[in-house]
């Protein structure tokens, strides 16, 4: 009877050591696809991200669609990104557009926001929110930006990365602006680092 037990025991332990191998195995392999326009392909953001992810030893394959002045209807609207969706190879879709802090950019954020969520769920990925900023001349917009972007994401249940926000708060400590580059509004190669590691610390904190 001791050695059923202990038998028992044996293989219990083997297979939850399986399981948790397995599990960790999944956290450190990750796929994302970055939707958006300029800010996002701006320095690159995507290699970045995936250069930060494996030094904290994930594999991350990224895929980015971002073309100048779109907005995630523009996205939308041409068809690419759904079919790249739907092909079920992403852990996490990250969505941008322009700064949004007029109501139209609110309205979309969460509206087309909207459609992007529900063909997330379908596909089994996560919905992300890449919280940008708006340019220097426009910094008393800051906190709209913030507010549509925080809105928009808790509306849709998806997770939201707030590199923006953490810009703020940076910016209004420090008196200094150099996340920005030369035109004021476009992120200078610290500044898209800055976000970089934002985004990997917070997709991170999602798969624990």
Known sequence: MKN?????????????????????????????????????????????????????????????VAYPNYAIIDHWNGGKVQRLISSKKFDYVIIQQGPSSRTNGREMLINTGKKFKDLCNE???????????????FYKSYDKVIENYT??????????????????????????????????????????????NIIVKTLLNEVK
């Open 4 to 64: 059923l037990l202990y038998i028992f025991l044996l293989i219990s332990t083997f297979c939850f050591s399986q399981n948790t191998e397995r599990i960790s195995d999944q956290k450190k392999e990750l796929s994302v696809l970055f939707i958006g326009n300029s800010l996002t392909y701006y320095n690159n953001l995507p290699r970045l991200v995936k250069r930060v992810a494996n030094q904290k030893k994930v594999k991350l394959h990224t895929e980015m």
């Open 123 to 137: 596909n089994g990925s996560k919905l992300c929110y890449f919280m940008v900023w708006p340019s220097r001349h």
């Open 151 to 196: 809105e928009a994401a808790k509306i849709n249940d998806a997770i939201l990365l707030p590199v923006g926000k953490e810009w703020k708060e940076y910016f209004d400590s420090s008196n200094k602006f150099n996340y920005y580059g030369k035109d004021g509004f476009h992120p200078s190669l610290k500044g898209s680092k800055v976000a970089a």
